[in-house]
């Protein structure tokens, strides 16, 4: 197979290349990334050096009006789309970049898609399109309605229904993944896990919004990017597949266990202001690509956790060359500015 990958030097899209090079020895793929902030510098020379012969790198942004006449040369067999501006902070700051790329770019790479002979094209999204659950709700199912409460989910919503509205238009092979939160090596420490990673490993302050009892649903990365295999290869064109391991926590919950895996006190959790709009609760029911595809989880939240810890143990010159990058600082000088008020009275839900 003959796959482009967007976004490929992201954290999971890294981590999709990896895994399907080394499961398919015969598969080749064009990584195509414009390098914004959350590619770490070293992440180019890392791919490259996993087979050189069944891999390449070209530099370029989604948006790129010239890419059709790219693509058309090369007759890729796939698409899939990792390309994003990920983080809900930074979209609450900056709105804009967050349309240009999810929005705008998803709509140029889909009609890339089309006209380099209706390439088949798996397009990654994410669980906070159906916005947050209360306690007793259901899991979201893929009928779930759409309601979106962050820039960032609503520019990734707006893109879902743009790729099954061509889909339906145009007859073209699009096929929509959505996952819970994601976590593992290489993941941007600006991310709730590596942030309180690194900055457990620095003796800082965790900075925890709100009461801290949000609940996310939590997947090992590798068991993200088989389920988009699994899509690519079996799934039905127009369809959406929720992709997720039944792994709902509360944010303390989770930060408490980390801290433990550490060996650092819970005194470093500090809880501060909350973030806009937060989303209470996220959970998703992957029942159909269970039933459908034959997929499932394969790394427990335990095992993925120390797997992850310690990478982040033995890969300390890592995270902290991109904390130290001026754009890093100028974001969250920003963010804590605007947004992130100390908050000394919530420190009982810490007990
Ligand atoms: O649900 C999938 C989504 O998960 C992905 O689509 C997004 O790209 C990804 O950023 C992630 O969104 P979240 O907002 O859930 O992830 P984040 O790591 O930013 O935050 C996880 C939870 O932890 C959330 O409830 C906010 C909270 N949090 C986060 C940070 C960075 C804190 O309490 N303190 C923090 O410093």
């Given amino acids: 197979m003959k796959l482009l990958v967007a976004g490929g030097c992201g954290f999971i899209g890294s981590h999709f290349i990896e895994y399907f090079l080394k499961t398919y020895p015969k598969a080749h793929i064009t990584n195509l990334d414009c390098l914004t902030y959350a590619a770490h510098p070293d992440m180019p020379a890392h791919l490259a050096r996993l087979d050189p012969n069944r891999y390449c790198f070209v530099p370029k942004d989604i948006s790129d009006p010239m890419l059709k006449s790219w693509v058309k040369e090369f007759k890729f067999d796939a698409i899939v789309n990792f390309a994003a501006e990920t983080h809900v902070d930074r979209s609450i700051l900056d709105p804009d970049s967050f349309v240009r790329t999810n929005v705008m770019g998803v709509q140029n790479l889909l009609a890339v898609a089309r006209e380099g002979g209706n390439i088949r094209f798996v397009h990654v999204s994410t669980d906070e399109v159906y916005g947050s659950l209360k306690p007793t709700d259901a899991p979201s199912v893929e009928a779930s309605a759409l309601d979106p409460n962050s820039p960032y989910a609503a520019s990734k919503a707006a893109a879902d229904l743009i790729a099954l509205a061509s889909s339906r238009t145009y007859k073209q092979p699009v096929l929509i993944t959505r996952c819970t939160n994601?976590?593992?090596?290489?993941?941007?420490?600006?991310?709730?896990?590596?942030?309180?990673?690194?900055?457990?490993?620095?003796?800082?302050?965790?900075?925890?919004?709100?009461?801290?009892?949000?609940?996310?649903?939590?997947?090992?990365?590798?068991?993200?990017?088989?389920?988009?295999?699994?899509?690519?290869?079996?799934?039905?064109?127009?369809?959406?597949?929720?992709?997720?391991?039944?792994?709902?926590?509360?944010?303390?919950?989770?930060?408490?266990?980390?801290?433990?895996?550490?060996?650092?006190?819970?005194?470093?959790?500090?809880?501060?202001?909350?973030?806009?709009?937060?989303?209470?609760?996220?959970?998703?029911?992957?029942?159909?690509?269970?039933?459908?595809?034959?997929?499932?989880?394969?790394?427990?939240?335990?095992?993925?956790?120390?797997?992850?810890?310690?990478?982040?143990?033995?890969?300390?010159?890592?995270?902290?060359?991109?904390?130290?990058?001026d754009y890093q600082k100028y974001y969250q000088a920003n963010y804590d500015q605007k947004f992130v008020v100390k908050n000394a009275n919530k420190s009982e839900v810490n007990s």
Avoid at 242 to 250: F, H, K, L, T
Avoid at 288 to 308: A, D
């Fill in 182 to 325: 994601n976590y593992g090596p290489y993941q941007f420490p600006e991310k709730l896990l590596p942030l309180l990673i690194a900055n457990a490993l620095e003796n800082k302050s965790v900075p925890v919004y709100g009461d801290g009892l949000q609940v996310r649903d939590w997947i090992y990365v590798v068991d993200h990017c088989r389920g988009i295999d699994a899509v690519l290869q079996k799934g039905k064109s127009g369809e959406v597949y929720n992709i997720s391991a039944c792994g709902e926590a509360p944010n303390i919950t989770v930060i408490k266990k980390v801290l433990d895996l550490l060996g650092k006190p819970h005194s470093l959790i500090s809880f501060v202001g909350d973030r806009p709009a937060h989303d209470r609760r996220y959970g998703l029911d992957s029942t159909k690509i269970r039933t459908e595809l034959g997929w499932k989880p394969l790394v427990s939240f335990e095992e993925g956790l120390k797997t992850t810890v310690d990478w982040y143990l033995q890969n300390v010159e890592w995270w902290k060359k991109v904390r130290g990058s």
